[in-house]
């Protein structure tokens, strides 16, 4: 009899937890950003989340208002030796050249054929354009997806040796997460290629295909056999960077992000943009300070130049991310 | 004793609903659809959503991929007796009008500043351009917002005698909810300003704004007294119509709808499009045959023509809905 009022106790106590939305994980009280060192960072961020989700507050915010973006590139992966994307282009380069003969002399396809990065970097936009408008477009863009994928399968980074889409940041990852089990919404916007990203962020990063904003080329509806393709053009749609970022932001989201996070001069206005809406706001830069887990650079560099955006950052009060001080680990492991 | 061992059974088998996800929703059995007609739409629909949600079926579809677009001109709220963005344009006209003394004599503004439609319809989509180019660009994103709202909240049809919004039709508002609930990503996809839509329909439809896809201008970044805003410019950014539906759908969402709405020769390309997906889907136009309580017109409209698309529909096989017949109401009571 006792032990049947016990049980039936038992039972009485987790239906009310159920019923009352009682979850496994407010239970444990689980560390949300456990790679994340003790420290103001880790604080700053659990407290904005706290702060914006507590209904009691003055600063609550809704579940619809909250907005995260994210820049890809050297904020949620690596962005070095070169950014990952020009890889690629080079990777398609090579796949392309048997047809194109010319660019065994040309450049700067001949700088991409030698793997000549130095010659690469000196092309400039102008030349990373050629490149990506040569490799990424005459195809469907379901066929492009598949040769995403298949770069992404067989290719390794030269120093780390792993699959690019690894080599994105464990610490990130868990801050996505924590932020959309605090019903946030989480957004890429990048001055990456969105298609170039679509295939593999649902995986990489729980973020599906429609939050995904980057730069674009052109596409065309064509019949073939009757049924309809979309061909990727060779011609700038829109490029996803500096004061166009936000641009992007009101073009695809239409709302104003509540928290932005990105790690260069690049995502600068994205992070103004952020800041000057009403209510409380989250701006974070990670600076990349780690040479010996990652790598360190930030005013001086060609790729992922952080410089005024580190000025803005002082001067606003935005969460500027140290990481080799803030990060336990950089990676997921193995 | 007994009494007790009824009140544990009831705790046992409320305990082991609640665990196995059986909602009040299931248990009521209600019907998710109350506007519509018993007959084949209805029952299609319904019989559609059935088997790409169950998980035993060999046509089981992933929530992830259950994305529905709709058109909204006409599929979602009246076009008649023209756009309503044309009727907000022709109002803007009006109160640009005082800074513009030469529109009282230059075309199409001196139509719009005297109602004279017929005038206006030949201008065609030049004319149409000209007039959202000098009534919705040179103001912030912001700025505009209120303007779209401002016109609501004061605008009557002149017809039904109410605001435009609430134009909306009651069916196809069940049929967004019950998608909704089965856990579809509801989206408009519209040749409307994407701006001119964002407003309202999330209260509208409940959609929020970074689900709504349109025809935009381009939008530039303004630092203001320090402040970012973003500012409309009179050049077209992108036409989301036609054969650039599809184009649109792949840029906003990166992913192919399971299920297309729409009423016009417009939305042929997204039904298509739309149906050449792998998997189950479903393809439906709105066939405007109630000329009492709203509009009757097809073929032969310069609004909302449908005449393409009607064929194609017999041809595939995509359902076509009889306003007059599968619908019981139209519009939502007062």
Request: avoid cysteine; hydrophobic fraction near 40%; charge should be negative.
């Given at each position: 009899m006792i032990k049947q009022r016990k049980l039936y106790t038992a039972f009485v106590i987790l239906l009310v937890m159920i019923l009352s939305g009682c979850s496994c994980k407010?239970?444990?009280?689980?560390?949300?950003?456990?790679?994340?060192?003790?420290?103001?960072?880790?604080?700053?961020?659990?407290?904005?989340v706290q702060t914006v989700t507590d209904k009691s507050s003055p600063d609550y915010i809704q579940p619809a208002e909250r907005i995260a973006t994210f820049d890809n590139d050297g904020t949620l992966w690596t962005?070095?030796?070169?950014?990952?994307?020009?890889?690629?282009?080079i990777y398609r380069v090579k796949q392309l050249a048997p047809q194109h003969p010319d660019w065994q002399t040309t450049q700067p396809f001949k700088a991409a054929l030698e793997g000549d990065m130095q010659t690469l970097a000196t092309s400039g936009e102008k030349g990373l354009l050629q490149l990506i408008m040569a490799t990424h477009a005459g195809m469907t863009t379901d066929e492009f997806a598949v040769i995403v994928n298949d770069w992404l399968a067989t290719a390794r980074h030269p120093r780390f040796n792993r699959p690019y889409n690894e080599l994105v940041y464990q610490p990130m990852l868990e801050l996505l997460t924590y932020l959309r089990t605090n019903d946030f919404k989480t957004f890429i916007v990048s001055g990456g290629g969105i298609e170039f990203m679509r295939p593999w962020t649902q995986e990489a990063y729980g973020i599906p295909p429609e939050q995904v904003i980057g730069s674009s080329i052109k596409t065309?509806?064509?019949?073939?056999?009757?049924?309809?393709?979309?061909?990727?053009?060779?011609?700038?749609?829109?490029?996803?960077?500096k004061a166009d970022k936000p641009v992007g932001i009101n073009q695809y989201i239409g709302r104003r992000p509540i928290a932005?996070?990105?790690?260069?001069?690049?995502?600068?206005?994205?992070?103004?943009?952020?800041?000057?809406?009403?209510?409380?706001?989250?701006?974070?830069?990670?600076?990349?300070?780690?040479?010996?887990?990652e790598y360190a650079y930030d005013r001086d560099s060609h790729i992922g130049k952080l410089d005024i955006a580190l000025d803005a950052a002082e001067k606003n009060g935005w969460m500027v991310v140290d990481m080799q001080l803030d990060w336990k680990v950089i990676y997921p492991a193995n």
């Open positions: 407010s239970l444990t009280k689980s560390d949300p950003l456990p790679s994340w060192s003790e420290g103001i960072a880790k604080t700053h961020i659990i407290e904005f962005e070095r030796p070169v950014y990952f994307q020009l890889l690629f282009a065309k509806l064509e019949m073939r056999d009757g049924i309809p393709v979309l061909v990727r053009l060779p011609e700038i749609n829109f490029i996803d960077d932005a996070f990105g790690n260069s001069d690049g995502d600068l206005q994205m992070l103004q943009w952020t800041a000057a809406g009403d209510g409380k706001r989250f701006m974070m830069l990670v600076h990349h300070t780690d040479a010996q887990r």
